[in-house]
């Protein structure tokens, strides 16, 4: 669609565009429409409160990302962290900055694909802002969620821990490093492009991965991989006061990864390690639990859980190969690094 379709975008014609398409849901006394929305969380539940702010060449480019990607991603990464924490979403909040000449048709995209993602998880969309920006599209989301039981933090990994990942990982850098090129690499089949490109524009979060490993026993501590492996289990680590070591022949890497990395003369463990945006869990077990709960992970939701390494008393995150040498592995994404670009 035009940027600037017939469509004239105004405060009050998105407001209730969006009302009408928001409807209320299990604990919203208030929706839409007042100062505030009042909320009624569960009995007997915590409170999980997560935000994250989505910048237009930061973290997304409109060049081959459409409204609705960029409302579908924006959810997503939000609902991650409350997976990560073994947490079940309920209500989100969403605000919207977007330049002069956006049309009412574009922003009403956005929201659209940002209410497919939350309708599939049970979460209801209870306010949140717009405004004018002077210079690309600005979205910040908020979401709450609650958890019944102590949530899983990123905290308390135990030395000896096994070290793991659900499904793979690097697939959403590869999706990023075809997008960013003017035309896909020959002889790449369409399925291997669906599947990477996917999971780049519109990555899945692994809510009801997280409610089953964190209801399961035996998980110590759990982060999300949104800024890549490397860097997140340097997070989990510091956090927890331990190292950690990792087989990089263990790494899970789909096909269509590898494939990519192929066409494009790239590394697939840069991707695997740095690329960041998997929006997987990485997990650390007790060593006795691990295949009792990769099994009964991938019965429950289909995904599969993979042991890449274990907890060590160094501080220090390591890559080893088979042989047990070290690798260098590509950092994840620095926030305030202005070199470093997720999309």
């Known amino acids: 669609m035009s940027p600037r379709a017939a469509g004239r975008l105004t405060e009050s014609s998105l407001i209730r565009a969006v009302r009408q398409r928001a409807a209320g849901g299990p604990g919203v006394r208030v929706g839409i429409g ?6 009624e969380p569960a009995s007997g539940t915590l409170l999980l409160a997560t935000t994250d702010l989505l910048l237009e060449d930061v973290h997304f480019r409109r060049r081959y990302a459409e409204p609705a990607d960029i ?5 997503a990464v939000n609902l991650s962290d409350i997976a990560s924490m073994g947490g079940r979403p309920r209500w989100a ?11 009412l048709e574009e922003a009403e995209a956005f929201y ?5 993602l939350a309708g599939e998880h049970g979460v209801a969309l209870v306010g949140g802002d717009t405004s004018v920006s002077p210079a690309g599209w600005l979205v910040n989301v908020t979401v709450l ?3 019944t039981l102590a949530p899983v933090l ?3 990994a135990r030395l000896g821990d096994v070290v793991a990942v659900t499904g793979t990982v690097g697939r959403a850098a590869a999706g990023l490093a ?3 090129r003017a035309k896909a690499p020959p002889g790449v089949p369409a399925e291997w492009l669906a599947d990477v490109t996917g999971a780049h524009l519109r990555p899945r979060p692994r809510v009801a991965e997280g409610q089953w490993l964190a209801s399961a026993g035996g998980v110590t501590a759990m982060i999300d991989l949104s800024d890549g492996l490397a860097t997140d289990l340097g997070h989990l680590a510091e956090e927890s006061g331990v190292g950690a070591r990792v087989e990089i022949e263990r790494l899970p890497i789909a096909e269509s990864t590898r494939g990519l990395a192929r066409a494009l003369g790239d590394d697939p463990l840069a991707w695997a390690t740095g690329g960041g945006e998997d929006y997987e869990l990485l997990l650390t077990s007790e060593p006795n639990a691990f295949s009792r709960l990769g099994e009964g992970l991938e019965r ?11 907890i060590v008393a160094d501080g220090a995150v390591h890559f080893v190969d088979a042989r047990g040498r070290e690798r260098p592995a590509t950092p994840g994404f620095e926030h305030f690094a202005a070199e470093r670009r997720r999309g």
């Open 71 to 75: 409302g579908w991603k924006s959810v």
């Open 154 to 156: 990123r905290s308390t």
């Open 300 to 310: 429950a939701t289909g995904a599969r859980l993979s042991r890449i390494g274990e």
């Open 178 to 180: 075809v997008l960013d």
């Open 93 to 103: 909040l969403v605000a919207l900055a977007c330049p002069t000449g956006t049309s």
């Open 112 to 116: 659209a694909g940002a209410l497919a």
């Open 34 to 39: 007042d100062d505030c929305a009042v909320l």
């Open 145 to 147: 969620g609650e958890v």
